[in-house]
């Protein structure tokens, strides 16, 4: 009687999607990945170069290996502009869900202030009862807490889906203006509660201590419910490029409104309708409407791995790795395909599965040499889906540049290689 395959390596999908129960129970062994790398006795006798001698000296800060020193941002600054740019993250190179602080993607509107904290002011004004102004000794005495959320830069994306023909670039070039991390700081509410809301006000306009004095409107209502004055990031003082000494920081909001290098905030009864959020930030529809104030980011994802700037080494088992993320709230469920929608199957999620963070989503796959063209989507705890290319461009058209959140489909050819494609 033939031996009976492991349920985990049962199929789940049309093209080689195996069960996502490999990546639940520790299933994965049945792949069987430790056998690739065999080694002889005599091999494991000859110490290699590093064990000949003592390493390094101890340093104040802590830099990576110089093996990785390759995984880089990719900057671009705009044309004709005085620091105006952005750099994106290389999704592509990273795993989990926290993305290292000197990865995280940037977006400037004119260059990185190089502030003193010792001369950094806050102020709060408007209408409140009472104005506020802080120094950073003053604000770092308020209680903090701490949450680990994803930032996406509302213009994320893009460019993977709204031009004619697909664009070649990485995953990271493509969909790399999103990032997670742990934040630390003052819920703002504490503050405004403290000023004293009058009961005329319904929003609240933050700015930035940068040239460009950047400044968004924020409801009153997101702002009294989980606003962050920022003054930490995965454990450490924000950098420059993240908003040093304090940002602002609205979960599951576009990355644009957390404002970075926080100088003021005003109470106000309507929103500024500063040039910030009309002549950018603002959704032009096909009939010639403009939305403003879509503030939070759809659900979305992406899979990182296999993604361009990736090759595939040949036919067998691989693990198709990705992001989801919504700024409505938890991930319920990311689905994969490896036959171009033909076929979904339910990937397995790393925990912890937290509100308005980056979730990590795995799923096994018996790759067989030929071309194929490989997806996935993601569903939040709304009920929120994210929608197919063609849907979306049905919907809002081709000229809006903000909020793109289409299934991105990777070719794969016989060859391995990875490409960006339409489908």
């Known amino acids: 009687m033939p031996e009976r395959m492991p349920k985990e390596l049962e199929p789940a999908g049309g093209n080689g999607l195996l069960h996502r129960r490999l990546f639940l129970k520790g299933g994965a062994a049945a792949l069987g990945a430790g056998s ?17 001698a003592p390493g390094r000296a101890l340093s104040g800060y802590g830099s990576r290996s110089p093996y990785e020193d390759h995984v880089q941002r990719r900057p671009l600054s705009a044309k004709g502009t005085d620091g105006a740019g952005g750099s994106w993250t290389p999704l592509e190179a990273l795993e989990g869900m926290i993305t290292p602080n000197p990865l995280h993607f940037e977006r400037h509107h004119s260059g990185i202030p190089n502030i003193d904290p010792g001369r950094h002011r806050l102020l709060i004004h408007g209408l409140v009862k009472r104005d506020l102004f802080f120094d950073m000794d003053a604000l770092s005495r308020y209680p903090m807490v701490s949450r680990t959320q994803f930032i996406e830069c509302s213009g994320n994306s893009y460019l993977a889906g709204l031009p004619e023909q697909p664009v070649n670039a990485t995953c990271g070039e493509l969909h790399g203006l999103v ?33 460009a004095a950047m400044s968004r409107s924020v409801p009153l209502a997101k702002a009294m419910d989980d606003a962050l004055l920022a003054i930490y990031q995965n454990g450490e003082r924000l ?8 940002r602002l920081f609205l979960p599951g909001y576009e990355g644009n409104m957390s404002v970075k290098w926080l100088r003021r905030i005003k109470v106000t009864a309507a929103p500024a309708m500063t040039r910030d959020e009309t002549a950018k930030y603002s959704d032009l529809m096909p009939d010639g409407r403009t939305l403003l104030f879509t503030f939070p980011m759809d659900v979305k994802s992406v899979i990182t791995s296999p993604a361009p700037g990736l090759e595939l ?8 790795s990705g992001m989801a993320w919504s700024g409505l709230g938890r991930i319920a469920k990311v689905e994969v395909s490896a036959d171009r929608g033909a ?6 999620l790393s925990e912890p599965v937290l509100d308005k963070a980056v979730t990590r989503f795995r799923m096994a796959w018996r790759w067989n040499g030929s071309p194929s063209v490989i997806m996935s989507r993601a569903m939040d705890e709304t009920g929120a889906t994210q929608p197919t290319r063609d849907a979306l461009i049905a919907a809002k058209g081709r000229k809006f540049a903000y909020h793109y959140n289409a299934i991105q489909a990777w070719g794969i050819d016989g060859a391995g290689h990875v490409a960006n494609v339409y489908a």
Do not use: F, H
């Open 36 to 52: 690739l790398g065999l080694m002889t006795a005599a091999q494991a006798k000859e110490r290699p170069p590093w064990m000949r």
């Open 179 to 211: 990032a997670c991390s742990e934040w630390t700081g003052v819920p703002l509410s504490i503050l405004l509660d403290e000023a004293g809301v009058d009961p005329a006000a319904q929003w609240i306009l933050a700015e930035g201590a940068d040239a």
């Open 239 to 246: 950098r420059p490029d993240n908003g040093y000494p304090v």
């Open 313 to 320: 080494a040949g036919p067998g088992l691989y693990q198709i």
């Open 343 to 348: 076929t979904w199957a339910e990937a397995a």
